[in-house]
């Protein structure tokens, strides 16, 4: 170094200069192994390319296909226009008195309004949530699952489902050494889990979904998992995700009950993240709750299993990501436990309230007798036959592709091939330092413009490579990239043969 240079580093305006106080050295070390696929490096490079591409840079393509995040409005999906029409009236209570609005719409947005501090959405709720949309949650629950009864009071409302998912992991992780909190989840998983785990500074306790099997999950398996952490820290929750995020499997009523005793047995906490319980695509599969199969096996189970559900707005039909709503119910928490739970949601506050009253118009639609109920349900089918068919166009098309094998996608809105990667593609990528199948999907966007998430980001049996995709591009745009998916793989696979 200079000596110029040096004197300018030691002072700056004759004040000494001690460098910064906070370093990627010296910063909290678990935020800097938290790792988020879904918004990666692939993705980091799909957002250059598109800058690069509006300053005029050639390539091959003329537009990036981003098939890396379930966000269905960015992709094309109409708003729902019952929903967009209530939350206008609530964000501007001067549309009340137009009559360009239907009457049911404005009956809702008058008593959402109603229930917010001097009428309006622009002030803070109850941290809890506000009190008239808990109980049309608690409604929707009980008719969704037959009559079982749930209790407003064991209803949180949250930003989005992935804040309340957080928020119970908080309450459960605690202990060091081999007394550190286990969490079970799956593999692949959504990575929200393992970042919020590694975050909290708990320990992922994997259990491989059955890929040869439709992504089905074995309690066997399940058994392994817990029996082999149990050496080295102490499991004491179990994560599923049903529908599968990112395998798209939907469990079977045998799965959920064997599930169920498995936890009360072992003794665990049980997540059931469901948000997307509208997405169910395949014949003979069917959507059922964990809350509704626990009590439908009866008190031994119902009044013991402690269990928190989660649902969202940003799924389903609806794909209204950016509002973040969503809700929990938790079952059979300790009442001492449950008033920390109130205690930490309030140090934020509350939920946005937008997402509120978008969480209170999917859980209370129009009703058959109501004007806005004919749109709404042409609209709720459409979109949901959409998905439908492009779930089967997805897994029709990739498996005709040698060297890429693709389970049905029955539910939700992601399909996770597998891929069969050349020996020398593997090395090529090693020695740039790549995990193969990051190396494919990076190569894949240079090549084609198609952004997809590598199968690592979610976890997969070594060995093995994926990736996901969505299926929400529209129709004709998600052919495109399919048989754009497939030149490439062909051509990958000779190139590195």
Same mark, same amino acid.
């Given at each position: 170094?200079s000596?110029?240079?040096?004197a300018?580093? @030691?002072?700056?305006?004759?004040?000494?200069?001690?460098g910064k106080?906070?370093?990627?050295?010296?910063m909290?070390?678990?935020?800097?192994k938290?790792?988020?696929?879904?918004?990666g490096? &692939?993705?980091?490079?799909a957002?250059?390319?598109?800058?690069e591409?509006r300053e005029g840079?050639k390539?091959?393509?003329t537009?990036?296909?981003?098939?890396?995040?379930?966000d269905?409005?960015a992709?094309g999906?109409?708003?729902?226009?019952?929903?967009r029409?209530?939350l206008?009236?609530?964000?501007?209570?001067?549309l009340?008195k137009?009559?360009?609005f239907p009457?049911d719409?404005?009956?809702?947005?008058?008593?959402?309004?109603?229930a917010?501090?001097?009428?309006?959405?622009?002030a803070?709720?109850?941290?809890?949530?506000?009190?008239?949309?808990?109980?049309?949650?608690?409604?929707?629950?009980?008719?969704r699952?037959?009559?079982?009864a749930s209790?407003? /009071?064991n209803?949180?409302?949250?930003t989005?489902?992935?804040?309340?998912?957080?928020?119970i992991?908080?309450?459960? &992780?605690?202990g060091?050494?081999?007394d550190?909190?286990? *969490?079970?989840?799956?593999?692949p998983?959504y990575?929200?889990?393992?970042?919020?785990?590694?975050?909290?500074?708990a320990? @992922? *306790?994997?259990?491989? %979904? /059955?890929?040869a099997?439709?992504?089905? %999950?074995d309690?066997a398996e399940?058994?392994?998992?817990l029996?082999?952490a149990r050496q080295?820290?102490?499991?004491?929750?179990?994560?599923?995700?049903?529908?599968?995020?990112?395998?798209?499997?939907? !469990?079977s009523? !045998?799965?959920?009950?064997?599930?169920?005793?498995?936890?009360? $047995?072992e003794?665990?906490?049980?997540?059931? /993240?469901?948000?997307?319980?509208?997405?169910?695509?395949?014949e003979g599969c =069917?959507f059922?709750?964990?809350?509704? *199969?626990?009590?439908?096996?009866?008190?031994?189970?119902?009044?013991?299993?402690?269990m928190a559900?989660?649902h969202?707005?940003s799924?389903?039909?609806?794909?209204?990501?950016?509002? +973040?709503g969503?809700?929990?119910?938790?079952?059979?928490? /300790?009442?001492?436990?449950?008033a920390?739970?109130?205690?930490?949601?309030?140090v934020r506050?509350?939920p946005? &309230?937008s997402g509120?009253?978008?969480?209170?118009? *999917?859980?209370n639609?129009?009703?058959?007798?109501e004007?806005?109920?004919?749109?709404?349900?042409k609209?709720?089918?459409?979109?949901?036959?959409?998905?439908?068919?492009?779930a089967r166009?997805?897994?029709?098309?990739?498996?005709?592709?040698?060297?890429?094998t693709?389970n049905p996608? @029955?539910?939700a809105?992601?399909?996770f091939?597998?891929?069969?990667l050349?020996? =020398?593609?593997?090395?090529?990528?090693?020695e740039?330092g790549?995990i193969?199948?990051?190396?494919?999907?990076m190569?894949?966007?240079?090549?084609?413009?198609?952004c997809l998430?590598?199968?690592?980001?979610?976890?997969? +049996? $070594?060995?093995t490579?994926h990736?996901?995709?969505?299926? %929400?591009?529209?129709?004709?745009?998600?052919?495109?990239?399919? @048989?754009?998916?497939?030149d490439f793989? !062909?051509?990958?696979?000779q190139?590195?043969s």
């Amino acid at each position: 170094m200079s000596s110029t240079r040096g004197a300018r580093e @030691q002072a700056a305006n004759g004040v000494p200069c001690r460098g910064k106080v906070l370093t990627v050295d010296n910063m909290n070390p678990r935020v800097k192994k938290v790792e988020y696929a879904v918004r990666g490096p &692939v993705v980091q490079r799909a957002v250059q390319i598109e800058k690069e591409l509006r300053e005029g840079v050639k390539k091959p393509f003329t537009e990036v296909i981003k098939a890396n995040i379930g966000d269905a409005h960015a992709m094309g999906q109409k708003p729902i226009t019952f929903f967009r029409q209530v939350l206008a009236m609530c964000s501007y209570p001067e549309l009340l008195k137009d009559n360009m609005f239907p009457e049911d719409a404005k009956q809702r947005a008058r008593r959402i309004l109603e229930a917010c501090g001097g009428h309006s959405i622009g002030a803070y709720s109850a941290s809890q949530g506000i009190e008239c949309i808990r109980q049309d949650v608690a409604r929707y629950i009980e008719k969704r699952d037959g009559g079982i009864a749930s209790n407003p /009071d064991n209803i949180y409302l949250s930003t989005g489902a992935s804040d309340a998912i957080v928020t119970i992991l908080k309450l459960l &992780v605690r202990g060091e050494g081999c007394d550190r909190t286990g *969490v079970m989840i799956s593999i692949p998983q959504y990575p929200l889990y393992s970042a919020a785990i590694t975050d909290l500074g708990a320990v @992922q *306790v994997h259990y491989y %979904l /059955d890929e040869a099997n439709c992504w089905s %999950l074995d309690v066997a398996e399940l058994r392994r998992a817990l029996n082999a952490a149990r050496q080295h820290c102490n499991p004491r929750v179990l994560c599923i995700i049903n529908p599968g995020n990112p395998t798209g499997q939907v !469990q079977s009523r !045998q799965c959920i009950e064997d599930v169920i005793r498995f936890v009360k $047995e072992e003794h665990l906490f049980l997540m059931a /993240d469901e948000v997307y319980q509208d997405n169910v695509y395949a014949e003979g599969c =069917k959507f059922q709750s964990f809350k509704k *199969v626990l009590f439908e096996m009866g008190p031994e189970y119902s009044s013991t299993v402690e269990m928190a559900s989660f649902h969202s707005t940003s799924k389903c039909y609806m794909g209204e990501c950016g509002f +973040r709503g969503g809700y929990m119910e938790v079952i059979n928490m /300790d009442p001492e436990v449950k008033a920390q739970l109130t205690k930490l949601v309030s140090v934020r506050l509350c939920p946005p &309230v937008s997402g509120q009253a978008l969480m209170d118009l *999917v859980v209370n639609p129009p009703q058959p007798d109501e004007p806005s109920y004919t749109t709404f349900m042409k609209e709720r089918t459409a979109v949901l036959a959409e998905l439908a068919e492009k779930a089967r166009l997805t897994e029709q098309i990739l498996n005709t592709v040698p060297g890429i094998t693709c389970n049905p996608v @029955q539910g939700a809105m992601y399909s996770f091939p597998r891929i069969t990667l050349p020996q =020398k593609a593997i090395d090529k990528a090693k020695e740039a330092g790549h995990i193969p199948d990051m190396f494919y999907c990076m190569k894949l966007l240079e090549e084609e413009g198609i952004c997809l998430v590598p199968g690592s980001g979610f976890g997969q +049996r $070594e060995g093995t490579f994926h990736f996901r995709m969505t299926i %929400l591009p529209p129709t004709e745009k998600l052919k495109v990239l399919l @048989q754009r998916l497939r030149d490439f793989h !062909q051509r990958f696979t000779q190139e590195f043969s």
